[in-house]
Nanobody, 124 residues
Framework: QVQLVESGGGLVQAGDSLRLSCAAS????????MAWFRQAPGKERELVAA????????MYADSVKGRFTISKDNAKNTGYLQMNSLKLEDAAVYYC?????????????????WGQGTQVTVSS
């Protein structure tokens, strides 16, 4: 069993940066792919970025490409989402998720473990 705990959310101004962390329990996290999703009020949860188990392969939603960076430190059992040049439309609850497989998936239903979410608020 893997437990995920996100941190790093908060209130920032447009143009600022934030780094979200996802701390995982369990030694098997290093072999799992992980992803970050977000959900804004009244909207469906959407995939933001994903990374394979080793960090050698990543993907990003078009809306965050060039601004966000996903990474994974297997020695620390922690995943990260570096968010730069934040926009008003990036405001949402951000969730990290892990999948019992080495390759990431674009489908949220293929992720087995989820964190509780961390709020990101962006003001103008």
């Amino acid at each position: 069993q893997v437990q995920l705990v996100e941190s790093g959310g908060g209130l920032v101004q447009a143009g600022d940066s934030l780094r979200l962390s996802c701390a995982a329990s369990g030694r098997t996290f290093s072999s799992y792919a992980m992803a970050w999703f977000r959900q804004a009020p009244g909207k469906e949860r959407e995939l933001v970025a994903a990374i394979n188990w080793s960090g050698s392969s990543t993907m990003y939603a078009d809306s965050v490409k060039g601004r966000f960076t996903i990474s994974k430190d297997n020695a620390k059992n922690t995943g990260y989402l570096q968010m730069n040049s934040l926009k008003l439309e990036d405001a949402a609850v951000y969730y990290c998720a892990a999948r019992r497989a080495g390759d990431y998936s674009l489908n949220q239903y293929n992720y087995n473990y989820w964190g509780q979410g961390t709020q990101v608020t962006v003001s103008s």
